[in-house]
């Protein structure tokens, strides 16, 4: 975590924009899997409405020919079947689904669960299938109280194509899904969502300019307590707090991170103000809580992840050395990015250029240790897992800023007496070869 500094100028940054809203309303989207499908059920609903309504302008009594020549009976046992086999059809799948989330969690970490929830392809298979359900029963209600010389040969050729679209969308559902099942792409998701928080919390030294602190010398810190929500601090309106700064003449120091709880009492802030003071409304107001950690401002929680994925692999119960593997490939990969970029000062600038607000940022030694360290803890007597650690601190070593090495040096030494201890003594001299393959 970054500490603040007592210098009068400091290296600082402009704060990017969050509009809570809209960042609240995205993930209560992508972990619901009741909104898509209310939408396209609502959808369904309605056309039926209106295809109905058509075919009572029509008034056929014979479907043509591309129909089948279908007549008020044939309509009524092709709308019924439909509506129960969607009916079953959505028992099946995804009661097979929740188990297979299940063993999911159970095999990598309960943290990737949230991967096959927030899945697109999830929510949009769920919707087509309730939508087409809902749009044949309603069809079949709309036949049978019409009488038996009504054909409705609009909705009818409706109920066709949205049987066609179930059928294409069961089977990219289950390619998707079989997929994601496979640790090296479900490893793929986890990195690319979190690669985007990497390069906001670790910009290039272009970003930073060199500021003047807020002139709050001499005054005494007051801690803000939170005396109201709690949850998971999921991310923050970082230019909503430096605006509420100017206006009060104040510095504000974060004590909490994205990704942390923040409970009763929790420790907000340090302030200075010479205006009226700032309560702990004032600070959460730009914050957003939630029940689970994202990615959106927490570049911490993608290495989380994947280390989680990684010593649930080296586990005695799994014993997949080469899921650890591929999640060091990840994770070295990640680290590499940011290696050469300058650690955040965590200092954040208003619109007057004026650094007022200090948010705690980890830093590379503290991103590697998060990294590395469980995984030589669990993977120390595994050969595999050992060469390809050696090729990542070697991967690192040449690209790494000076002030870095020595986190990288702690680390190969921890590794080193780690796999001493751990492996017995006629795996010593293969394991001290460096190979990115593990074993290949």
Partial sequence: MVEPSESATVRARQPKAAQLRRLNFTETVSASLWYV???????????????????????????????????????????STVAAAMLTFLGVVFSSTLIAVQLAGGQYSPRVVRVFVRSRLTHLTLA???????????????????????????????????????????ITFLHGFVRLLRVQYLLLILTTSGRDALDDSYPPATAYVEAQRANVAGLEPVTVRNRGRVGVLQSVDWCRLAELARTRNAEIVLTVEVGEYIGASTALA???????????????SAFLLGGERTTVQDPSFVFRQLVDVAIRALSPAVNDPTTAVQALDRITDLLAGIATRPD???????????????????????????????????????????????????????????????VVAELRTMLNEASRLGLPEPFNAVARVADRHGFG
């Fill in 37 to 79: 499908p209310g939408l396209f059920v609502l959808g369904a609903f309605t056309a039926s409405k209106i295809t109905v309504a058509i075919d009572h302008r029509l008034g056929a009594t014979e479907a043509r020919s591309w129909l089948l020549h279908a007549d008020t009976g044939a309509a009524v046992s092709l709308t």
């Fill in 128 to 170: 087509i299938f309730l939508a087409t359900f809902v749009f044949a029963l309603n069809a079949l209600v709309e036949i049978r109280t019409a009488g038996n010389r009504f054909v409705p040969e609009v909705t009818v050729a409706i109920v066709y194509l949205l049987v066609f679209a179930t059928l294409l969308a069961f």
């Fill in 270 to 284: 340090q302030t200075r103000c010479t205006e009226a003071p700032i309560t702990d409304e004032d600070i959460t």
């Fill in 344 to 406: 955040p000062t965590g200092w954040l600038i208003d619109t007057e250029r004026t650094a007022r607000v200090m948010v705690p940022t980890p830093d590379f030694t503290r991103l590697a240790l998060l990294g590395y360290v469980e995984i030589i803890r669990y993977g120390a007597d595994s050969p595999q897992v050992v060469r390809r650690l050696l090729a990542c601190f070697n991967t690192l070593d040449a690209i790494v800023a000076a002030d870095h090495r020595e």
